[in-house]
Each structure stands twice: as C-alpha cells, then as structure tokens.
C-alpha cells in the first residue's frame, strides 16, 4: 500500500561572521541597492549522533539531527547572475553540496515586513521550473534546490532580521512511495557490497576534482559475487539505464546527497528532484531512489587507510510513485519558508551586539557613519585615504582637544599629541579630552592625558603623547641646554617626517615658527589654526613642488609678517597669559580646519591643490572650475571667521621670499648649518647681512644686528627692508604748517 511521500525541511545553521559579512556587505558594497545578490550556502548527507546515556553501562543511541543547510562567510557576496555552481562555496568540501541563494537585503524593518513573500517564493519556484525545461538542471543539478533570504540588517543595533525559505515545487496530489528501507537491507552481500559503493562513490567524487559535489546523479547496482556499483551524472542518462552483456541483473536509481537523518523522512532536496523527473522524463512513472546520507565516511576513507570495522551506512533506498504532471492541480505550487524556533511560519532576530567584541562594535559603529556618507551624499568620497593619514597635533590645549575629537569622527587612526604642561583646574570645562580627575596631584602631563582620553573614547585609535617643549626663536639656549634643546629638535623633526599632516595648534605665535619651518622641509601638509577674542583663522601652509614659479605656492602662517617671530611670553599680565576668547569660537575654528584637511586630502592634487579662483577670473567658464575641484571642492587657503556679526570669508595669500619661516633661504640655510643655524635662530644671534651665517659683536658695525634687527630678519631680507623703508621715510618732509592752513581751509569750505 502507497503512503504519501513526506521530506524532512531544511533547517539554516548560520556562522556569526555571515552576519558580519552581510553587515559588510550593505555598508560597502550594496548600500541602498536592494537588487538580489547571491550567497553560497551547502550541505551534506545526514548521518545520526551518536549519544550515550548519563548512567554508566546505558546504551549508545543513534539520535536524528535536523537537515541543516550550512551558511558561513566563506562565499563571496555576488550579483545574482552569479553561477550557481561555485567550487568555493562556503567551507563545503568533497562531502558537501554547493548551494546558490538568493539574498533579498532591505533598507527598513518595515519594508522586510511588507515583503510579499508568497510571490518571491513563486517566482523562484518559476525559475527552477524553467532550468528543468530548458536541461540546464539536468547538467548543473544544484539549480534545482537554491534558498532565499530575506533580511533587513540593523546596523545600529546589530540585529538582523531574516527569513530563510527553501523553495519547493510542490505535487497536488503528493507523490507517493510504496517501500523504504536501509541500504544495508537492499544489497545481498551488506559489507562486499557496501564497500564496493564505498569506492565507487570515492572514485566518482575524485572525477569531480577538487570542487563540491553534485546534489543528484545516478547508480547502478548489479548484485552478486562480482558486485558492481557505477555512479553516473543526470546528463548520462541513457547510458546508466542502457543494458548490457551481463547487466541483466543490474539496476539503476536516481540518487542524491540526502542531507536527512530522518528515519522514514528524505530530505528537503528530493521533492524539486521530483520534480526534475516528472518533466525530463515524463514517460516514468515509479523510480526507485537512493537516498544517499554516507557520502563523508565514504570520502573519509578513501583519503585514508580504512579501519577495521567500517561506520554503518545510514542510506536509505525507497520506491517512490511520481504523480504525473498532466495529473497536477496547479503548475507552480511552491512552499519551503522555514518556521522559527517556537515552530511557526515567522521570521528570525538574531542579536549579535551581546556576543561580538564591545571594542569591534564601537568601531563597525564609527565605519557606519562614515559609510553612510558613500550612499546618496559622496558616493566618491575615499574614507580609507582619511583613515590612514597620521596626524601630528603641536598643542594638546583647548583647540588639540577639538581637532582631535574632529578628526576620530572622521575615522582618522592615528594621532600624535605634542605638549609640554599639565592638566590644571580651568581645563576640564573648555578641553574635553580632560576631566576633573585629570588635575588632581599636580596635574596629569596633557600630552599623555589626551592621547589616554582618545584611548578611553575609541579604544583602537593609535593615539601617543609626548611630553616636549618646542624650542622657540627669541627663547635663549644656555651652554647647559643644548643638547636637550639638540635632543628636542631631532624628536620634533623625527615626529613630522613619520606623519603625514600637522596641525599647529599652540597658543603663541613663536612656537608655530620651528613646525612650520620642519613641515616645509618635509613637504608635508601643515595647518595653522589660532583664536582671538571673537575671531579665528584656519589655514593651510603651501607645499613645494618642483613646478614652483615665482609666488606660485601658498603662504604659511608667518607669510605676511614683516617682523620675525620673537618671545611674546615673557612680561605678560594675567589675561595675557590665559587664551581669552568666547566658549564656542574654539569647537567652530577647529571643526573648520579639520574640514578643510579632509577637503584637501580628497582633492585629486591633495596638498599642491591651489586656492579657489573667482568665478570672474576663469572667463565664467564654470565647468572648467569645477573639473579640477575634489569630492568636497577646491580647498581655500585662509578661512577667516567672526563671531561679531557670525561673518566668515576666505582670503589667499602667496607665499613671501622672505618669509622667516617657510622661505627658501630659511630652508636652506637649514640643509647647510643644521642645528647651527637654529641655534642661532633661538638665541637671536646678531650677524651681518653681508654675511648672515657668521656671529659678530653687537657694538661692531654689524648692519641689521647693530640696528636691533633679529637674526631671522637679517636673514632673509627683512632687516634691509626695513631700513630701505626707515630711509624713506626720513628723505620725506613734513610740515605741520602746511597741514594746519590746509585744515582750516576744510573748514572754510564746509
């Protein structure tokens, strides 16, 4: 008597960095795309554990596993043209199936939820249908059992929402089967026989090389004392059932890798393979099928010396009647979504905040932001260049402190902070890297405080402090200072030639000056930000270049002084001694030039980028203009704001051939004399212009030095300017006569 055929589900057994691949996978890859793409997933025959009692001397029972469908990281995410049979699938080896799914990744929970699912279903349940039709199943078998999932990834939370359906064409009426029964009750001689198949299915996987198997295929068995089994692919069709001289006896299945261990249920594959028969070769009726659950034991060993005793074979060979198609109610009926874990026809959450690493979430939750930037805003925008660029922070004050957390939001990893004081009690309000804690005992050096905070906020940022004053022209070096001053100098060079931007953050003019002159040398990008009252400026340096023309690249900070840098820290009052300036100007200077660093490193000439040019400069030709900007524009040379009316504007300024910092004869006077040279840039070294790099006394006739000019002016021009313009305004006659008739006549006329 027939009973109805019933199959054993798949039931998903997911690895946790799938979850992690797809999380990647939207953030990169897919962003707002919903289009399907491709997964790879496999599974292999189904074999009962073993499991013995908890009371010594109970018996060893052989307990039924859910079929599962393996799904891990190790297939690559693919466009839905992708083939379905992939030799690389997942972690499947030669004892498993490659299977292709179809993965459907929405944009909102409510979009997963509204999902007709029913029709997703159907419409893959179609595309086996055709595969089955057009014989592209007969050849690659694994078209006919490919899975779906539908998700929704939250990655905010890191849950993920998903369904996983199994799509099945389903027989109305069901097909039946008349027999079942194990393999080992089938064959004549069980342990010839069955080692026979053993090495035949060995041999038959070897063929295959070194990719996943197929899903189904043929055997023929013929009993006997000269026992022969032979494994033949679906396309071999004819060839497996063609008889032979002496094949009078032989018989031929349809088999296919049985991923059930279910006693009197097959797996979830065998209804679309069904199916396959009941449209490939409608003529048949009643086939018997082996259910083939052995396939790893028989590949374990082969690849091994075969022990004494060989595991039992747990296939199973059953009869089965196939409904025919033209006696089918519907022509695509298709079921296969899997139930939840309380057993109903419902979607999963899987929770992986809990269980992944907090120090790994903060940073895929810091990515995520970032990324998100990439999928409608700037699609271009190249966040691994900003993640890698090191950045020196000379100043761990109030505005160290905001560039700092301006630079992390934007995933910058490494940072390097250079102070030389400690925490005191008025930093914690206006610092934010700093707290309470941080003042007690004296104070916490700043440089290491700032570095531990960054630490605190985002554990994988490469933040370092180091604890350093900046020698500074017009701060006198004493015999006994030297070679810490010496020592100092080579850190500070060490330090801007291993990074690549620096910000020049101190709160004194002369402290910028050695930075800056060491920022040029290196061509590095070097930003200068520094605060009045109610007004800030953010900056760019120039950066040489070997196509440098005359006052072609951009000035730095001491550009447009005509006066060098000397000490403005000695003899000062209270307020001149602390930085006065309103609360919020410090967070929107530093915000500004953090942004114009990430401008300029995301334009195609980075630091040689030029300043903007009016839109009247360029012959209104704004698509040319607009050719040569970056992802965020063409980045300015000064921002100058004001509180005082919320004003802003953009200023450029080129570089001065006798800028005390940046020139060329200061550069060069520092390849040649080295620490001579600044030596005698700290101690204001008086020297004569006609020969600048050799002291003189300052009572003899020495030029600019005995006119009370310093030695960065005598230098580099600046001292024989002034004394030009000094002469000038000496040949000019005034006369305070002439200025009075001249006002009085004003006065007459009004």
């Not at 396959?276 to 659950?293: G, T």
């Not at 966040?383 to 402190?401: D, F, P, Y």
């Not at 520094?530 to 007004?535: K, V």
Request: with cysteine; hydrophobic share 40%.
């Amino acid at each position: 008597m027939s009973r109805i055929l019933q199959f054993e589900p798949f039931s998903s057994n997911v690895e946790p960095e799938f979850w992690a691949g797809l999380a990647h996978h939207k953030l990169h890859s897919a962003r707002l795309d919903t289009t399907r793409a491709s997964v790879q997933a496999g599974f292999s025959g189904g074999r009962r554990h073993a499991v013995r009692g908890s009371t010594a001397g109970d018996a060893v029972q052989r307990v039924a596993v859910p079929a599962r469908l393996r799904v891990s990281q190790g297939g690559a995410w693919g466009s839905s043209s992708t083939s379905s049979s992939n030799p690389g699938a997942g972690a499947i080896a030669h004892s498993g199936v490659a299977v292709t799914g179809h993965l459907y990744n929405t944009n909102t929970i409510e979009e997963f939820k509204k999902y007709d699912k029913g029709e997703l279903l159907r419409s893959v349940g179609a595309e086996i249908l055709q595969a089955i039709h057009d014989g592209r199943a007969t050849k690659e078998p694994e078209l006919l059992w490919p899975f779906v999932l539908l998700s929704f990834a939250d990655l905010k939370k890191y849950h993920f929402y998903h369904w996983f359906g199994f799509p099945a064409v389903t027989a109305d009426p069901p097909d039946t089967f008349a027999s079942m029964t194990n393999i080992g009750s089938y064959v004549e001689n069980a342990a010839a026989d069955l080692d026979t198949l053993r090495a035949a299915y060995a041999g038959y996987a070897a063929s295959k090389g070194s990719g996943a198997l197929e899903g189904a295929f043929l055997v023929r068995y013929r009993p006997g004392t000269d026992c022969v089994w032979r494994v033949y692919p679906l396309a071999e069709w004819d060839s497996a059932f063609e008889g032979g001289s002496g094949e009078e006896q032989s018989e031929t299945m349809l088999a296919f890798i049985d991923p059930s261990s279910h006693a009197a249920r097959p797996g979830w594959p065998l209804r679309n393979l069904l199916t396959w028969m009941r449209h490939a070769h409608a003529d048949i009726s009643r086939i018997r099928v082996l259910c083939f659950r052995d396939a790893s034991i028989c590949l374990a060993q082969s690849s091994s010396s075969a022990p004494a005793s060989s595991p039992a074979f747990e296939s199973v060979v059953v009869d089965v009647n196939i409904t025919a198609a033209a006696d089918l109610k519907a022509d695509n009926q298709v079921s296969g979504w899997e139930r939840n874990e309380r057993d109903r026809l419902a979607p999963r959450m899987v929770n992986l905040s809990s269980t992944m690493d907090p120090v790994r979430l903060a940073e895929s939750a810091l990515d995520l932001n970032l990324q998100l930037m990439r999928w409608r805003l700037a699609p271009s925008i190249d966040l691994a260049k900003i993640a890698g660029t090191g950045v020196l922070l000379v100043g761990a004050g109030t505005l160290g402190a905001y560039v700092a957390r301006a630079l992390l939001a934007w995933g910058v990893r490494k940072m390097t902070f250079i102070d030389n004081g400690k925490v005191s009690f008025s930093n914690p309000p206006r610092q934010p890297l700093y707290d309470f804690e941080d003042t007690l005992d004296g104070g916490k050096p700043k440089a290491a405080a700032a570095a531990d905070a960054m630490r605190r906020i985002f554990p994988n940022v490469d933040a370092q402090g180091v604890q350093m004053s900046i020698p500074m022209p017009g701060h006198s070096v004493s015999p006994s200072e030297t070679e810490a001053v010496r020592t100092a100098v080579e850190k500070l060079d060490s330090l801007v030639q291993t990074h690549d931007v620096v910000f020049l953050l101190t709160d004194s003019r002369e402290s910028r000056w050695l930075p800056t002159m060491l920022g040029t040398l290196h061509r590095k990008i070097v930003l200068c930000v520094a605060l009045g009252f109610d007004s800030f400026v953010a900056m760019r340096h120039g950066v040489y270049s070997s196509n440098d023309s005359a006052h072609s690249r951009l000035g730095c900070y001491f550009c447009n002084d005509v006066v060098a840098p000397t000490d403005s820290l000695t003899d000062r009052t209270l307020d001149q001694q602390c930085t006065v300036t309103r609360p919020g100007l410090a967070p929107i200077a530093s915000g500004t030039a953090v942004e114009l660093l990430t401008t300029i490193l995301q334009h195609p000439l980075e630091g040689l980028a030029p300043a903007p040019e009016s839109r009247s400069n360029n012959g209104g030709n704004d698509a040319a203009a607009d050719a040569q900007q970056g992802v965020f524009g063409v980045p300015e040379h000064q921002i100058r704001g004001y509180l005082a009316g919320f004003r802003q504007h953009s200023i450029v300024g080129q570089s001065s051939d006798m800028c005390t910092a940046c020139s060329p004869k200061i550069i060069d006077a520092y390849k040649t004399h080295g620490f001579d040279f600044l030596l005698r840039a700290f101690n204001n070294t008086p020297v004569s212009e006609d020969a600048p790099h050799v002291p003189v006394s300052v009572d003899a006739d020495a030029g600019g030095a005995a006119q009370g000019y310093s030695y960065l002016e005598t230098l580099t021009g600046l001292a024989a300017l002034h004394r030009q313009t000094d002469d000038i305004m000496a040949d000019i006659e005034w006369s305070d006569t002439e200025d009075a008739d001249a006002a009085d006549d004003d006065f007459e006329a009004l």
